[in-house]
């Protein structure tokens, strides 16, 4: 028997000697290594700006103070979600309205947005899921009807396109990024938002590190190096250059890893077609990072095929519980089961398989053959 996690980290001896060089540097915290990724972040996006943070959570949560998302308004988004896409704006004091998805794609569905939009409403946070990009063009056309900021949470999406075949990140938005280990790319820890606003850059800087008038780096720089103005109540959201050192040698490696990722999603399809499964949707238009490959089970149950799985040494998840069925969300804001009947519905038969550069050949073939020995059997 095989033993196969659900996923894993793609760390090379790259990574390993960039990390030992920035602790020989001497300089641990954000600075020079910093100010290099997100150069690189920003020109393999094709944007203006890449402010890189501790977490995608942070880059969510400085994006929305920085559009002054406060209490009393309210922020659209999908249920179909991690916490961290609505616990951020709920942090703001605004209110998170959700919206069911769409059941082919498992993105938002568009066609439920504008019903719930109010004159509280200030923002859309879309959600790229597994790296399929949202219809950005219909997110666009409603925003701009309605005066909507948008943001893009794209934690799975580093590297998927749109259908223009541009990079997720590149239309000028607020996207979010996470380098978490079981994403396309990883830091351990950390996030980045891209823009194009010249104006949010700079508010984004300035919250990510307390409010004051100077970064870390710059103050080293400086003869006057201990005089700082804080501006505004800021955060403490920033990376070190331990994190970008990993990102810059990683994003390296982004398109050669979403490849292999893109293959085995194709080995995965091939073969589990003829089952009574229901497979992810795959649009020719765009270009995803497939950070997540989730079947649907139509005739068995999830829990039991979760649990089979795991007595043959394969790790699998599920990606997600809808957050209107959460306790804090149902305390807080009423939301009650039954109200996003198609994200119920997916969450109940949802499984995502491993899927990551590493799998190997024979590793594929024992996951496929099991899955077709469990629903067989």
């Known amino acids: 028997m095989m033993q196969i996690p659900f996923a894993l980290p793609y760390i090379t001896q790259d990574e390993i000697e960039a990390v ?26 094709g944007c203006k700006h890449a402010i890189v943070t501790d977490s995608c959570t942070s ?3 400085l994006s929305l103070k920085a559009l002054g998302i406060k209490a009393g308004d309210e922020v659209i988004t999908t249920t179909f979600t991690f916490a961290s896409t609505a616990n951020v704006i709920a942090h703001c004091n ?21 019903e719930k939009i109010t004159d509280k409403t200030r923002a859309v946070i879309v959600v790229h899921y597994g790296g399929q990009p949202v219809n950005m063009r219909g997110i666009l056309n409603l925003a701009k009807k309605y005066n909507l900021a948008v943001i893009e949470d794209a934690a799975h999406a ?12 590149s239309l000028g938005n607020l996207t979010c990024f996470s380098f978490y280990p079981t994403k396309p790319m990883t830091t351990g820890e950390g996030g980045a938002v891209v823009l194009n606003d010249d104006h949010l850059s700079e508010r984004l800087r300035l919250l990510r590190l307390h409010g004051i008038s100077r970064d870390a780096w710059r103050r080293y720089l400086d003869m006057n190096r201990w005089y700082y103005e804080v501006l505004e109540a800021g955060y403490k959201c920033n990376p070190t250059d331990i994190i970008s050192a990993i990102g810059i040698e990683q994003l390296k490696k982004l398109d050669w890893m979403n490849e292999k990722r893109r293959e085995i999603a194709e080995y995965y399809s091939d073969n589990l077609e003829k089952l009574d499964v229901i497979l992810p949707y795959v649009s020719d238009k765009v270009k995803s990072s497939y950070h997540l490959y989730p079947i649907r089970l139509t005739n068995y149950s999830r829990d039991g095929f979760i649990s089979e799985m795991a007595k043959r040494g394969i790790g699998t998840s599920v990606h997600f519980i809808p957050l209107h069925l959460m306790p804090y969300y149902q305390r807080a804001y009423g939301y009650r089961k039954g109200a996003f009947p198609i994200a119920e519905r997916v969450y109940e038969k949802i499984v995502s398989l491993p899927i990551y550069p590493q799998l190997k050949e024979n590793q594929l073939e024992y996951i496929v053959r099991t899955i077709k020995e469990i629903l067989r059997g």
């Open 59 to 61: 880059a969510l949560f």
């Open 94 to 114: 605004a209110k998170p309205v959700f919206v069911d998805i769409d059941e082919l794609t498992y993105n938002i569905d568009i066609n439920k947005i504008e």
């Open 20 to 45: 030992v060089g920035v602790l020989k540097s001497n300089w641990l915290s954000m600075g020079p290594k910093t100010l290099e990724f997100e150069k690189m972040i920003a020109k393999y996006i």
């Open 158 to 169: 580093m590297g998927s396109e749109y259908e223009n075949r541009k990079k997720v990140g």
